[in-house]
């Protein structure tokens, strides 16, 4: 049991607290196998499939109460009067088949192309029990399944090589998909939102210094998210996740953003962060940039 003081913070022995007890249930089944194997002196091809069942379920028992600001004693748990009781079952299964090729074309040269076909299912049914009115008790389901196609292309050419040092230009392009995220809120939310996408473009100049000692990386890059699952609130002011009504939001490098590290481990990592300039909605991390042979 967890109570929670509201806003408006009355001290005249109406209700200005709520109280929630909420058990949550969560199961996960993985599975993934590939096969990766060269084509040539030069190049590799990866494939295989991943298979994602989740199943989540939620029992939420939500009062109000009193709640002296002195400090005085508050009720017990079982003096408490039930406001509202709402359940949420989410089952969800993801399936996807992917590959992708790994093509040195020559000591200069390099081509990252994969792509995936997801197949996804949702079944998301929600009730809520009111414990003043019984004629506002009310159940809903919703379902979705969608079929879609991402994938990625990058290529990039080493500019230089001294003393073990690489400098490199690159440019990639993504695209992603992945369904609504769901939070478990102590809600009725009956509704499946729409699955979120994501595209991007990505060209910049990267490589080592002082004998592998140091690493940059200059990029520039533009996100186009659409049906983006964003917190906000309710009517009542509770917090929910929801879509937004812009259908899209960006985020850019503008100007390109500069990275500088200082590594005493190997270098070429997999991924760097940048600063961004937003538009709508703030980026939480830079694009992943690729050096040539890996993933």
């Known amino acids: 049991m967890r109570g929670f003081l509201r806003r408006d913070l009355v001290n005249d022995g109406s209700a200005n607290a709520d109280s ?106 929600s009730v809520h029990l009111d414990g003043f009115d019984a004629t506002a008790n009310a159940a809903g389901a919703d379902q979705k399944r969608e079929f879609r196609l991402s994938g990625t292309l990058g290529i ?31 809600d009725y939310t009956p509704a499946v939102l729409n699955p979120e996408t994501a595209g991007s473009a990505e060209v910049g100049i990267k490589g080592t210094l002082n004998g592998r000692k140091s690493s940059y990386a200059l990029t520039a890059y533009a996100m186009i998210f659409r049906n983006l699952v964003l917190p906000t609130t309710n009517a009542a002011g509770g917090p929910v996740l929801q879509t937004p009504a812009a259908s899209g939001c960006r985020a850019s490098s503008s100007p390109p953003g500069i990275a500088w590290l200082r590594r005493s481990m190997p270098p070429f990592p997999s991924a760097i962060t940048v600063p961004t300039s937003p538009r709508e909605w703030p980026p939480k991390a830079g694009p992943m940039s690729h050096w040539p042979g890996t993933s």
């Not at 199961?27 to 030069?42: A, M």
């Open 20 to 125: 929630q007890s909420q058990r949550r249930h969560i199961r996960d089944v993985y599975l993934e196998t590939h096969i990766d194997r060269p084509f040539s002196d030069g190049g590799s091809i990866l494939y295989g499939f991943d298979f994602l069942y989740g199943l989540g379920r939620q029992d939420s028992i939500n009062g109000s109460y009193f709640a002296p600001l002195t400090g005085g004693a508050l009720p017990a748990t079982t003096q408490l009067h039930v406001d509202e009781v709402n359940r949420l079952v989410d089952r969800r299964l993801f399936l996807g088949q992917f590959a992708q090729i790994d093509w040195k074309v020559d000591e200069r040269w390099d081509v990252l192309a994969g792509a995936r076909v997801n197949e996804t299912a949702e079944q998301k049914s």
């Open 156 to 186: 990039s050419r080493t500019i230089a090589l001294d003393q073990g040092d690489r400098q490199v230009l690159f440019a990639d392009m993504r695209s992603a998909f992945k369904p609504a995220a769901i939070d478990f809120r102590p």
